[in-house]
């Protein structure tokens, strides 16, 4: 799936081309009214990512060990939020003068890619489009933009998480959607609670046991630990231990990816065993 989708809101006469080619995607502009120009490309773009292209004056930009001058360049959003925890709208800030077209990214791999190419400068059609892959063109409005789910929501999928024959699913803010988080959990005889993590579609619409969703996910637990903080999917299962010591109280459980490590936020309650 790959939408094109322009902002009904600018009137901005910027022009440009995008190239899309497995998980390889270029983009070049150009503006009529300030005169800047350039181009930048993601050498291979990662499944549930964001990518922001930017106007960046006097910039350069690296493709293929090429360094090469560009008035427009490309920012991993995703890479920059770990490193330095902030707001996607002040990273743009801090690091451009101002966003031009954010690609957001579902399962990229193989024929399977999801993939939402947002133009919030430039208006319907300013953009030739070349494209490996069969797209549909649309419109958002970002006047309207705060009252509506961000791609993401959809694109990104969700873990869930099973203790003692329990199912929680929860959102990347902490909120418990499914399953009693003021029960206490009871670990085994061995002090362990085993956690059977689950892949769901977006905001858990279903759960997804295909081959191709074997992602490897990070986990972090804020007491006892846990036997890896990292683990491959098979499809779409894992299990994980986790050792508590003796500890009784609340606790923290968070699944996430390399990139961005919390996208399911856990608040449940180890009890005595």
Not at 93 to 108: A, R
Request: hydrophobic share 35%.
């Amino acid at each position: 799936m790959l939408k094109i989708l322009y902002n009904a809101a600018s009137n901005a006469e910027v022009t440009g081309k995008i190239t899309l080619r497995g998980s390889f995607l270029s983009i070049s502009a150009k503006n009529a009214e300030d005169g800047l120009v350039g181009q930048d490309s993601v050498e291979a773009m990662r499944s549930y990512n964001s990518y922001i292209f930017v106007r960046a004056p006097g910039s350069k930009v690296k493709n293929f060990r090429t360094i090469t001058g560009s008035d427009y360049k490309f920012l991993d959003m995703n890479r920059l939020g770990v490193a330095i925890k902030m707001d996607y709208t002040d990273m743009i800030q801090l690091y451009s003068k101002g966003d031009v077209i954010q690609v957001d990214t579902g399962m990229v791999c193989g024929k399977k890619r999801d993939i939402i190419i947002r133009v919030f400068e430039g208006m319907k059609g300013s953009f030739e489009i070349d494209a490996d892959m069969d797209y549909e063109v649309g419109e958002f409005n970002s006047k309207t933009l705060p009252q509506e789910t961000h791609p993401r929501m959809t694109l990104w999928d969700s873990y869930s998480v099973t203790i003692n024959g329990v199912e929680f699913h929860a959102d990347r803010k902490g909120n418990i959607l499914q399953g009693d988080s003021s029960v206490p959990l009871v670990p085994n005889k061995n002090g362990e609670l085993i956690l059977e993590v689950e892949k769901h579609k977006g905001a858990f619409v279903e759960k997804l046991t295909r081959p191709i969703d074997n992602e490897e996910i990070f986990l972090e637990s804020s007491c006892g630990l846990l036997e890896t903080r990292r683990v491959r999917l098979v499809n779409g299962k894992a299990s994980v231990r986790l050792l508590t010591f003796g500890y009784k109280g609340p606790f923290k459980l968070k699944l996430g990816r390399k990139w961005y490590e919390v996208w399911n936020d856990y608040s449940l309650i180890v009890g005595q065993e």
